[in-house]
T-cell receptor, first 113, second 115 residues
Framework: DTAVSQTPKYLVTQMGNDKSIKCEQNLGHDTMYWYKQDSKKFLKIMFSYNNKELIINETVPNRFSPKSPDKAHLNLHINSLELGDSAVYFC????????????FGQGTRLTVV | AQTVTQSQPEMSVQEAETVTLSCTYDTSESDYYLFWYKQPPSRQMILVIRQEAYKQQNATENRFSVNFQKAAKSFSLKISDSQLGDAAMYFCAYRSGGGADGLTFGKGTHLIIQP
């Protein structure tokens, strides 16, 4: 079983569309994250949820909205997609919000055309 | 804010040789954790090794070891007996002991293994 799984793996969409990326972890972890990897491979945290509560909300356009229906799921909804949103988006989880490593999903490559 | 610097955009090593990837970081905290992640062409982020700042002993995982110099804020990764499967992007990452900020990554080092 995949520990942290994201769907879809690839997403190609037109500018202006709204899309969602789903993430599920079966590790029983309390904390989940969204990271963005840009075209230069730089990874930066976007959001973090701990037990369904938002704890990190970096400077991200408000077109990006995370939703955590339960602590095993953290979805990312993006409104009015722009060309600059093209990137790889990684979901990750950790046992708690303190001093444990993060386990990553396989990433979703989003291409906005 | 913490920063992580990887000064080597690309490194190349002969198969079976040893290579060291550099990482420095800047922080005012005393409690933190450092990690090396590997990202092969498959895109998956794989944890290679982890070091707790309060531990003086350098972490080791099979062929992978670190040289952690806390005073110098340096955290290099040594890969011994390099294998073709080691070819990947390697990211150094920092996490505060409180964990509230998630992981801060360096820009990565692209490791090429020459057969």
């Amino acid at each position: 079983d995949t520990a942290v799984s994201q769907t879809p793996k690839y997403l190609v969409t037109q500018m202006g569309n709204d899309k969602s990326i789903k993430c599920e972890q079966n590790l029983g972890h309390d904390t989940m994250y969204w990271y963005k990897q840009d075209s230069k491979k730089f990874l930066k945290i976007m959001f973090s949820y701990n037990n369904k509560e938002l704890i990190i909300n970096e400077t991200v356009p408000n077109r990006f909205s995370p939703k955590s229906p339960d602590k095993a799921h953290l979805n990312l909804h993006i409104n009015s997609l722009e060309l600059g949103d093209s990137a790889v988006y990684f979901c990750a989880s950790s046992r708690s919000r303190v001093n444990t490593e993060a386990f990553f999903g396989q990433g979703t490559r989003l291409t906005v055309v | 804010a913490q920063t992580v610097t990887q000064s080597q955009p690309e490194m190349s090593v002969q198969e079976a040789e040893t290579v060291t990837l550099s990482c420095t970081y800047d922080t005012s905290e005393s409690d933190y954790y450092l990690f090396w992640y590997k990202q092969p062409p498959s895109r998956q982020m794989i944890l290679v090794i982890r070091q707790e700042a309060y531990k003086q002993q350098n972490a080791t995982e099979n062929r992978f070891s670190v040289n952690f110099q806390k005073a110098a804020k340096s955290f290099s990764l040594k890969i011994s007996d390099s294998q073709l499967g080691d070819a990947a992007m390697y990211f150094c990452a920092y996490r505060s002991g409180g964990g509230a900020d998630g992981l801060t990554f360096g820009k990565g080092t692209h490791l090429i293994i020459q057969p």
